[in-house]
């Protein structure tokens, strides 16, 4: 199985957009994909039409209490091969729960080996901060998608991620790697393009080719409780996404190990 965190430290990113709809492109590939919700907000698991305040169990459950499986945790979606570890309010009391637990850091690396011959892919949805959790996602991952809205203020915050995600191959995970740098809300602006090209120029390789355009169908699509596959497939948010599970499948991208993309 292989585990790919969505992360990005700034929050209005385009994060957990990414993390639904890309866990439901792999999935319409034959993928049997698990999607984590990482974020206390529950925002994917409102994306694939759960009900966050309507839990039994959650990913807390799974996080703090030893005697509760991911694979207890999981449930189905409406997209066929997609199941998701639900989020709510109750995950932001997690990282005081494993504040004092010796190997906090592996909690969710043990948990999904349990169930790494029951999926073919995870995604996991990171909260927009550098916490117990996101450290768990990371050193339980084989690569990081780094989604970054296209504007000027996104390179401070990528740099910092950069650095957290070496910090963390270094100390915790060496088989971390960075999977690419997703653009998003991409519009056909003289800004839009001048930032795509800066960041381009500067990132080189590790810029995804597929970038995720501004969508109104993408902005809808949540409050219908449906991935941008089911909601509205014929749209550009849908070929987007759709491009995106493509290039990540087929290791598009000649990388070195420090930029590469993962083998799903």
């Not at 929050?11 to 049997?32: D, F, I, M, S, Y």
């Not at 070929?239 to 087929?250: G, H, I, P, T, V």
Request: one cysteine or more; a negative charge; glycine letters at 6%.
């Amino acid at each position: 199985m292989k585990v790919v965190a969505i992360s990005n430290q700034k929050g209005g990113c385009g994060k957990t957009t990414t993390a639904v709809n890309l866990a439901a492109g792999l999935a319409q590939k034959g993928k049997r994909t698990l999607l984590i919700d990482m974020d206390a907000q529950g925002h994917s698991t409102l994306g694939v039409g759960h009900d966050p305040h309507s839990l039994n169990l959650s990913t807390y459950d799974a996080m703090v209490k030893p005697e509760v499986p991911i694979s207890a945790v999981a449930l189905r979606t409406s997209i066929e091969h997609l199941d998701v570890s639900p989020s709510n309010i109750l995950l932001s009391g997690g990282d005081i729960e494993l504040a004092g637990l010796a190997g906090r850091e592996f909690v969710l690396t043990k948990k999904l080996a349990a169930v790494q011959n029951r999926y073919d892919v995870c995604v996991i949805d990171c909260a927009p901060s550098l916490s117990v959790l996101t450290l768990n996602a990371l050193c339980a991952s084989s690569c990081v998608v780094i989604p970054v809205q296209v504007h000027y203020y996104a390179m401070e915050g990528l740099r910092q991620l950069l650095e957290t995600v070496g910090h963390v191959r270094e100390r915790y995970n060496p088989w971390l790697n960075i999977a690419g740098i997703l653009l998003t809300f991409v519009e056909r602006t003289t800004l839009s393009r001048q930032v795509e090209e800066q960041m381009r120029d500067y990132f080189k390789t590790l810029v995804f080719n597929t970038v995720i355009h501004r969508n109104v169908r993408l902005a809808e699509a949540p409050s219908a409780g449906e991935p941008i596959f089911t909601y509205a497939p014929e749209s550009t948010g849908a070929r987007d996404y759709a491009a995106l599970a493509e290039e990540l499948f087929n290791e598009a991208q000649n990388r070195t190990q420090q930029e590469s993309i993962v083998n799903i």
